[in-house]
């Protein structure tokens, strides 16, 4: 059985070659050429002034939360349906990590939901830009500005997307970005930071490069860092993959087109939406199903896969999670945030990877609705 892969990427000749430059020539004084290239095109891109290209987006958030000083005794909130790398960084710098609800249409952090959880110990929110869309980030500026918090945007799956033609990434005090394998953009694995100020700016450089400032002397380390940096390799194929982003992201919303033109008069399922202010880049074709038809995500996800169709279920609720059991948060979380509990059974991500043809989809279509037709 030939399987359809649920991601994957676009990699034509150009990146081929982009990379075999820089494992040929990116070396001694042209060590740092593709990563020049990539954060110059994402300040081109985004607006924002500063840009670092890093290891992982995970190791961007990291960097954002130890850049604004924050640590034990703070607390930083996030949306509950998101993968827990948006999560994780606040407990690395040991804060907490505060789970709001989302709102039903966009999936997206609760504007409303993220007042109700600030306390005087909040210190920053993560926005996540779920799966290419947006939550309503004028709200939830408004919010933070009002209390003094930063905002911190996970633009790790929205990489093109808009916002009021605002770009994913340039919405708050940093912008977060992840180049993993199943990414629109990839590089295989990687990340980039965006930040407006150029203080917050200098302290990541000096933290990714083992507490070394900028333009210090060799090996002379003023505090303990971190090793976060990507290789030049990396750099080169995000970079190539970068000056194609417009045609992946018409990929993506072709993609997207095609599923909904097939199932929008399947009874009991909604697709990503696309408020008429946003530019969805529909990073993954994603259907939230009615309790009504008696499929939860785990019972379709099963079914399709037995098809040879692979998909991802929606994020579970952070405060499901083991990882996070035992946290005082995480009671208030799980009998307060009803909109992520309700929605996180029966979300599913369907095959959304970048070479899909218009009859791949065709199948997905025809057994997804054979299956929900039967039940």
């Not at 994402?42 to 890093?54: Q, S, W």
């Not at 929205?158 to 919405?171: E, K, V, W």
């Not at 959304?352 to 057994?367: A, M, P, Q, R």
Request: aromatic share 10%; proline share 5%.
């Amino acid at each position: 059985m030939n399987r359809i892969p649920v991601a994957g990427p676009w990699i034509t000749q150009f990146e081929i070659d982009a990379v075999t430059d820089a494992a040929a020539n990116a070396w001694y004084q042209n060590a740092n050429l593709y990563h020049v290239r990539l954060e110059s095109s994402f300040r081109e891109h985004t607006g924002m002034p500063f840009a670092v290209a890093l290891p992982s987006c995970t190791s961007a958030i990291h960097l954002a939360l130890l850049s604004l000083g924050i640590g034990p005794g703070d607390e930083v909130i996030v949306p509950e349906l998101t993968w827990i790398a948006t999560a994780a960084p606040i407990h690395y710098v040991g804060a907490t990590a505060v789970f709001a609800d989302v709102d039903p249409e966009t999936w997206c952090l609760d504007a409303s939901s993220f007042e109700s959880w600030i306390t005087p110990r909040t210190r920053a929110v993560i926005p996540v830009d779920l799966y290419g869309g947006f939550p309503d980030m004028a709200a939830i500026r408004a919010i933070a500005e009002k209390h003094g918090i930063a905002v911190i945007e996970d633009a790790a799956q929205a990489i093109g997307a808009r916002y009021h033609d605002q770009a994913a990434g340039s919405l708050g005090d940093f912008g977060v970005f992840s180049f993993h394998g199943s990414k629109t953009l990839t590089a295989g694995e990687g990340g980039l930071l965006l930040c407006r100020n150029q203080e917050h700016h200098r302290r990541v450089l000096t933290l990714r490069d083992h507490g070394r400032e900028p333009g210090g002397r060799l090996f002379w380390n003023s505090e303990i860092g971190y090793k976060y940096k990507m290789s030049s390799m990396q750099a080169a194929l995000a970079w190539a993959q970068m000056q194609r982003l417009g045609e992946l992201i018409d990929r993506k919303r072709c993609a997207f087109g095609w599923y909904r033109s097939r199932l929008e008069g399947l009874d009991g399922i909604t697709l990503n939406a696309e408020p008429n202010h946003i530019f969805n880049t529909y990073w993954m074709t994603s259907i939230v199903l009615d309790p009504s038809l008696g499929w939860d995500k785990e019972q379709l996800g099963k079914a399709l896969g037995e098809r040879g169709i692979d998909t991802r279920p929606f994020f579970y609720p952070l405060s499901s999670l083991p990882a996070f059991a035992g946290h005082a948060e995480t009671l208030r979380a799980q009998s307060q945030n009803t909109n992520a509990y309700s929605l996180a059974p029966f979300g599913l991500n369907l095959p959304s990877g970048l070479l899909l043809s218009e009859n791949d989809i065709d199948i997905v279509c025809k057994k997804l609705s054979r299956l929900l037709r039967t039940s």
